[in-house]
């Protein structure tokens, strides 16, 4: 069985992104990156199950510049056995897309793991394009992941919020992007270190990649729709003659509209459940 | 006169315990050579003879060691005596009357510790595995048939002429009052005595009187500070740290035979009075256990892991987390056993090979391994505690005397710190010192990653580090933080970092001193001084922040029970810092509250990590209004005025 997961660096989410504080200029050499965390979860999803079931290989695949090799080979210290680097910028999902299908293509897979979404972009989208580029099945989000390689199958449980899961079959090969929740990623073992940085990576120009691009969209990629302007929220200001305790009390409630009062109801639990009744029944509650 | 019987009785105790040592050094042989420690063998005598007369912190335990003193001397002299006079040597009689003299006494105060140390095991009700205490008994036995024995001699010859040579037995005399003047009893009890003696020589080497043999070689192999720094490993094979018994270093496996299990350590220890499941001596116990079923299963060949930490074993994940290697075990421990050093070998076994250690750490080193410090930052922050001081930077060429090495928490733990970092470095600009800063170019000093057995971490730190200090040609290092200090001057050498480090707390003694900083008017609080760690244990500066605080406060400071080397941790030290979570109570909250005890208004301390604890114990205890938690920096800022 082969799983190939599809890796992005981005810049750390945690950092000051080194802004130059004459011109305003992200400063590529104060940037840190790191791993996107969703990838690290699906890394270490393809690793359990290379884990249980022995002769799985895992490989580890990423477009981007040089300096991503670092993920690649963090990912191989977690424990990929294989590094591949396409040689280009990410510039919109469907590009990436389109570029990461013809590598894999090229090599097949049973299972692709995604993050579920780059926390650098936000965006979602490489993953589910990739599927049906590929045209094979997926999955987004996912929580757990069994798989069956005698049978082909893999039964996964996806959240579909208010804390309902749904359980869905499908054959593979597939694609899945995963959720951050699903498993906690290890820290690396120095042996398994010490070998990914010995690890050959193989490198793919992006120019080489013969791809077909659908003409009606072009390698462009996709349009890109700003957000709406937020609507704008009305400011509460106080009446300048107030006193400056009273303002403040006033801008801390929000715009000095009295607050809702409650009504409590104290006593014996049985009174008070009865009071609690009545006052359902008087509000048509029940 | 020796019979033949006699002499083949003495020949087969010596032949057991030889064998017996001899089985002991084949176990200790079971470890790792490369991991020993060599010593000068001048310098390792001098260590050994010494540390027998003059046993290590001998006030500090006087109970114990005054009964020690007695059993030890009570069995040598005793022996060496009766062994020379079997010669028959001719003595003057004042000679011989002293000598007689001085058995009896010997012998009264050999029983006396014998029984105080009895009388502790059953007062505390501490009999660990009851066998302990066996030789114990044997040796009330020999010296009470001993007395008997001379009792029932001198009233068989009492009767003879010259009885002035009684006087010089007063015990036997006394006893010999009480005594028929019957032959064979005498030859029974002198017989029993005999035998009990040669018993106890064949048992030493399978009981824990193997202690006084091994303890040996570990006063011989005792280190300072700066050769007990933590080995590094090499970064090579697939092998990393101490999983099994054979993967200790010889010297280490001694120690589990040295230990008597004494307990100071387990008394000793914060992480264990505070209720965390860290038992130092358990450690050394148990690895003891385990050289023996390693021993007992392959012989003295052949390598079988004997997973230490797994279930199995009796050294639990969570025992080695909660070390908060503050040194004070192996501080106290008579026989300069290596706890913090086996716990960190654990540590590595259990971070580099198994990747199990608490969640708390992972996020730990992922910041020192992105970020290069321990709150993940990032580097181009480390300069904003400068604002408006602009001192130098190394790397703008800048020349300077000394390098002011920051650390990370001084640089971006939160205001309070970096407030404290601008405080050391306008009283250096006040003093007119040539400093210049790192800035972003520091990273962190690898501490944390180090003591968590993270070695690899560490080495990638120290050696960018070392790298970075060699290029801006840097050759000397004030730093406040006694954790980098202990690093950059105790261990930064392994890889080719040789700094001359300086606390800070040393220079601004030395600038008052000079007079290049002066004070308007010492401080009339009552304060305590609170040792670090790493500035008292690990690097035996005691007295330098107390005579800086002679100068800044009106009256003494008012030290705890707990000071100097018996101080008593903060609970940061060992990454325990990072991890929030703690079972038991809050070491820093028990040191807090000896502070108080002290009837002191607040503590002094020079560790940024202690001061934050002990900031939040207090608040946490409700005690902030009272007492007040001030580094030895700030107080030294508020006193001094520009010259």
């Known amino acids: 069985m082969r799983i190939v997961v599809c890796i992005k660096q981005i810049g750390h989410i945690c950092h000051p992104i080194g802004i130059d504080r004459k011109g305003g200029v992200i400063e590529p050499e104060k940037m840190i990156y790191m791993l996107n965390p969703y990838d690290e979860v699906a890394m270490e999803e393809a690793i359990r199950i290379k884990e249980k079931f022995p002769g799985t290989e895992v490989i580890a695949l990423t477009l981007g510049p040089s300096r991503s090799e670092e993920v690649l080979r963090y990912s191989s210290a977690l424990g990929a056995d294989s590094m591949i680097r396409v040689n280009g910028d990410p510039t919109d999902p469907r590009t990436t897309a389109t570029l990461l299908a013809k590598v894999i293509a090229d090599m097949g897979c049973d299972i692709i793991l995604c993050g579920k979404k780059a926390m650098d972009t936000n965006g979602g989208m490489v993953g589910s394009f990739l599927a049906e580029i590929l045209d094979i099945g997926q999955t987004t989000g996912i929580l757990k992941l069994y798989v069956d390689p005698k049978k082909r199958t893999a039964l996964v ?18 694609l899945f992007t995963v959720e951050r929740g699903m498993n906690e990623p290890r820290y690396p073992t120095l042996p398994h270190r010490l070998r990914s940085e010995k690890q050959k990576i193989t ?6 990649l013969t791809v077909a691009f659908d003409t009606e969209s072009g390698l462009g990629g996709l349009p ?20 400056a305790s009273e303002r403040m009390r006033l801008i801390m409630s929000g715009g000095g509209r009295a607050a809702k009062k409650g009504d409590l109801i104290e006593g014996a639990p049985e009174k008070a459940a009865e009071a609690i009744m009545s006052v359902l029944i008087q509000e048509k509650m029940v | 006169m020796l019979s033949r019987l006699d002499l083949l009785f003495i020949v087969a105790s010596l032949v057991l315990m030889a064998t017996g040592f001899a089985r002991r050094h084949k176990m200790w042989r079971l470890g790792d050579p490369a991991g020993d420690i060599t010593i000068r063998s001048s310098k390792g005598w001098r260590r050994l003879i010494l540390s027998i007369f003059r046993p290590r912190r001998f006030t500090d335990n006087l109970y114990e060691n005054i009964a020690h003193l007695f059993i030890f001397w009570g069995f040598i002299i005793p022996l060496a005596i009766v062994l020379i006079s079997q010669f028959r040597p001719i003595l003057p009689a004042w000679a011989g009357h002293s000598i007689s003299f001085l058995l009896d006494l010997i012998g009264l105060l050999a029983i006396a510790g014998t029984v105080m140390l009895l009388a502790k095991k059953f007062l505390r009700g501490n009999m660990p595995a009851g ?5 114990l008994w044997i040796l009330l036995a020999i010296l009470i048939t001993g007395f008997i024995a001379e009792g029932l001699r001198l009233s068989i010859t009492a009767d003879g002429p010259g009885n002035a040579h009684l006087l010089f037995s007063p015990i036997g005399f006394a006893l010999s009052k009480l005594l028929p003047e019957s032959p064979l009893f005498f030859d029974i009890l002198i017989r029993l005595h005999f035998y009990l003696v040669l018993f106890f020589i064949a048992y030493m080497p399978f009981s824990v009187m193997r202690h006084a043999w091994a303890s040996l070689f570990g006063l011989y192999h005792q280190e300072n500070s700066r050769e007990a720094a933590i080995r590094p490993i090499a970064l090579e094979g697939d092998y990393f740290g101490t999983g099994a018994v054979e993967d200790f270093s010889r010297i280490q496996l001694m120690d589990s035979d040295a230990c008597m299990s004494c307990g100071r350590c387990d008394e000793n220890c914060p992480a264990h009075i505070s209720g965390k499941p860290l038992r130092p001596r358990g ?10 079923a390693a021993f007992q299963k392959n012989g003295a060949g052949g390598k079988q892991e004997t997973g230490l930490l797994n279930t199995a074993g009796r050294i639990g994940q969570e025992d080695i987390w909660s070390c908060t290697t503050c040194l004070a075990c192996v501080n106290i421990c008579p026989i300069f056993a290596r706890h913090v050093t086996d716990i960190v070998g654990l540590r590595r076994y259990a971070v580099l090979m198994k990747s199990q250690f608490p969640s708390e750490y992972k996020q730990l080193f992922k910041h020192m391994e992105t970020f290069g410090d321990t709150f993940g930052i990032g580097s181009c922050m480390r300069e904003e505690w400068t604002s408006g001081l602009n001192p130098a930077r190394v790397y703008e060429d800048n020349e300077v005397d000394f390098l002011f090495w920051v650390g990370c928490s001084g640089a971006l733990y939160e205001d309070r710190t970096r407030a404290k970092t601008l405080a050391a470095a306008t009283i250096l600009k006040r003093a007119g010192v040539s400093f210049g800063i790192l800035g972003k170019e520091e990273a962190c000093c690898g501490d944390p990653a180090r003591r968590l057995g993270n070695e690899y971490l560490f080495q990638r730190l120290a050696n960018r580090n070392i790298e970075t200090l060699k290029s801006r040609g840097i050759k000397k290092i004030i730093t406040s933080c006694p954790h980098c200090f202990h690093v950059l001057r105790n261990e930064y050498h392994q890889f080719g970092g040789d700094f001359e480090v300086i606390h800070l707390t040393q220079l601004l003694k030395d600038l008052f001193k000079e007079g290049r900083l002066t004070i308007t008017s010492p401080s009339r609080s009552l304060l305590t001084y609170h040792d670090p760690c790493y500035l008292g244990r690990y690097n035996g500066i005691y007295d330098q922040p107390r005579e800086l605080l002679g100068l800044l406060l009106e009256s003494n400071v008012r030290e705890m029970a707990a000071c100097g080397n018996n101080s008593f941790c903060c609970g940061a030290g060992g990454g325990a810092f990072w991890c929030g979570k703690t079972t038991g109570r809050r070491i820093e909250e028990i040191r807090i509250e000896q502070a108080i005890a002290t009837g002191a208004e607040g503590l002094v301390t020079a560790c940024p990590f202690c001061e934050i604890l002990f900031e ?3 608040r946490q205890m409700g005690a902030d209004q009272s007492f007040k938690v001030v580094d030895i920096v700030q107080l030294v800022l508020q006193l001094t005025e520009s010259n």
């Open chain 2, 616 to 618: 939040s114990a207090v």
């Open chain 1, 203 to 208: 490198r793919i120009e992006a120019n080489s």
């Open chain 1, 157 to 174: 449980e996806r959240s579909i919020g208010r804390g309902d899961r749904e359980l869905i079959e499908c054959s593979l090969p597939a």
């Open chain 2, 283 to 292: 450690v050394i116990n148990e690895i003891g256990r385990q050289m023996e």
């Open chain 2, 131 to 135: 066998r302990r205490s066996i030789p």
């Open chain 1, 224 to 243: 890109t729709l700003d957000p709406p302007r937020p609507k704008p929220k009305k400011v509460f200001t106080p009446d300048s003659q107030l006193s």
